[in-house]
């Protein structure tokens, strides 16, 4: 594989490190500790009677499909995140051509149907959705939107949430004070924009207290609510116990 470009700040090296370690330590070499974290998100949602999309990247998937396809139930929709978890904004357009070709192929082969994609880190280019468009992945959940008006509603963690701030430059974010959170069709591409701040810049900025985890997602969904716009949670399944809670032995409850 060539990495054409591919340049990495000492910063985002040290967040891709830290971020190997904590998937390391959740999931360890062997894939029991994921399926595990996957059974979970599915009682939550089952109890719920709710749906999720599930973004997997190829090459984990081409590796434990016989555990993945045992736990994967009809409720639940499967996207490509890549054929490797890249910044794939660093890449070149006939690199990323072939891994997104290659993610396909991965799935098919799989008897997996999808259409939907999701960039690793959410970091995309409106120039790939031409890329998408060819291979009939039609969907694209990966543009950002931040309700930042969440400061009041948890005055106890006031420093946190201005940390929190300091790393939304790895997003391409929007605000919701100047933008709609709704899908829109971009080169015949369907965007789906996930709100923010989403799970991994709570656990970043130690926003895990599950009031606050539920004051501010709560807030985006009472204001989507009476905008009559959307609300697209992203909650990745590695972090599943640090945004749920045991109200009594098992059964297990989400944060909002």
């Known amino acids: 594989m060539i990495l054409k470009g591919f340049h990495l700040t000492h910063h985002e090296a040290f967040d891709l490190f830290r971020r190997f370690i904590r998937i390391f330590l959740r999931y360890g070499f062997l894939s029991n500790k994921m399926i595990n974290k996957i059974k979970a998100y599915q009682e939550i949602l089952n109890n719920f009677n709710a749906p999720a ?41 006939d690199v990323v051509h072939s891994h997104f070709r290659k993610a396909k192929k991965i799935f098919e082969d799989n008897h997996i149907k999808v259409s939907l994609y999701r960039f690793p880190y959410l970091k995309h280019s409106e120039k790939f959705l031409s890329i998408l468009k060819g291979l009939s992945l039609d969907c694209d959940c990966s543009t950002t939107i931040y309700w930042g008006n969440d400061a009041e509603h948890c005055n106890q963690d006031r420093i946190k949430l201005q940390s929190l701030k300091t790393y939304l430059d790895q997003y391409e974010w929007k605000s919701a004070d100047s933008s709609i959170s709704i899908p829109r069709v971009t080169d015949g591409v369907v965007e789906i924009p996930v709100s923010l701040p989403d799970d991994d810049l709570l656990e970043r900025a130690h926003l895990l207290n599950p009031q606050t985890v539920q004051n501010i997602w709560g807030e985006i969904l009472r204001q989507t609510y009476f905008r009559g716009e959307l609300f697209t949670l992203q909650l990745h399944q590695e972090r599943i116990f640090l945004f749920c809670y045991r109200r009594r032995e098992n059964a297990i409850n989400v944060a909002i």
């Open 53 to 93: 999309t599930f973004f997997i990247t190829a090459k984990p998937l081409e590796k434990h499909i016989q555990a993945l396809s045992k736990c994967i139930e009809q409720n639940i929709e499967i996207g490509i995140h890549g054929y490797e978890h890249l910044d794939y904004t660093k890449l070149s357009n």
